[in-house]
């Protein structure tokens, strides 16, 4: 980051608090940013993900991945649960070499930079935002034998367009997502210390588990950043308001999402889409 470009970003996040509602993992990127930037990153994980063991779910990966020629991801926690699994069930090496024969689509920049490290050498990210925008973009391809890992928060009818357009689709359900064990009530306290604390969300299931408990609302001057418009429709319809929407379901997307929340005050619903609406994004 250039010097002056950070000098901005300190002053513009002195005394601000940002909330990252992501597991660890996901959210340290942002939170080492917001932290450089001057401001206070406060990890607060609202939701767990944790892989699907079963012997039904490792079937389906074993009957569904192999064969097909391309691979559909709405998520980046969909590509990691797939790895995961297939490592630690010992069937990495199988399903490993077919990576270079699959063609393989994802969700924005995030779920293609996680699928790429996974292994597909060659990752397309379709114009739009959101799963919805992916399967309409898919089934004007050619037909093929998809392979779609989804969590179990996840529209599994989303990709019904695929198969009316004479596509072969097999979904898995691949990862589980549940609250975490970690409370709400606990934020008001610690957001009265700042005179700005922004809460960024980047799934339904984490907007629900914050909505449960709103009394951080009224903590202090609270704006709200969602990571796409599926999650923003979910702020909206929890009651909870939008000020920012990422302009991209990415790290950069909510940076700058959270820059302009900070800069431009609380303007509920900018950025967002009302009529978007798709899989879950986190």
């Not at 890992?149 to 549940?178: I, K, M, N, Q, S």
């Not at 009651?239 to 929340?261: F, I, K, N, T, Y």
Request: hydrophobic share 50%; net charge positive.
């Amino acid at each position: 980051m250039a010097g002056e470009r950070r000098t901005g970003a300190q002053a513009d996040l002195a005394g601000v608090l940002v909330v990252i509602t992501r597991p660890p993992a996901q959210a340290a990127p942002l939170a080492a940013r917001v932290n450089a930037a001057g401001g206070e990153a406060w990890v607060s994980p609202l939701i767990e993900i944790a892989w699907l063991c079963e012997p039904a779910v490792k079937a389906c990966l074993l009957q569904a991945w192999l064969p097909a020629d391309a691979v559909a991801f709405t998520s980046a926690n969909a590509v990691r649960a797939v790895t995961a699994l297939a490592k630690a069930w010992g069937i990495w090496a199988k399903v490993r070499p077919a990576l270079a024969n699959q063609a393989c689509f994802a969700v924005g920049k995030a779920t293609a930079a996680a699928a790429r490290a996974a292994g597909w050498p060659h990752v397309e990210v379709p114009p739009g935002k959101t799963a919805a925008d992916l399967v309409a973009h898919l089934a004007g391809l050619p037909p093929r034998r998809w392979f779609v890992p989804l969590g179990d928060r996840a529209d599994g009818t989303a990709f019904a367009p695929l198969t009316a357009a004479g596509h072969e689709v097999r979904t898995c359900v691949v990862y589980t997502t549940r609250p975490s064990s970690k409370p709400v009530p606990s934020w008001p306290e610690r957001l009265r210390r700042h005179r700005v604390a922004v809460v960024v969300f980047a799934s339904p299931s984490a907007v629900a588990a914050a909505a449960a408990e709103k009394a951080w609302l009224d903590a202090t001057d609270v704006r709200i950043v969602a990571i796409g418009p599926t999650t923003a429709r979910a702020c909206r319809a929890a009651g909870l308001p939008v000020a920012r929407v990422a302009d991209e379901p990415s790290e950069e997307g909510l940076w700058r999402a959270v820059l302009a929340a900070v800069a431009g005050g609380a303007r509920p619903g900018s950025g967002v889409d009302p009529g978007c609406d798709c899989a879950s994004e986190d």
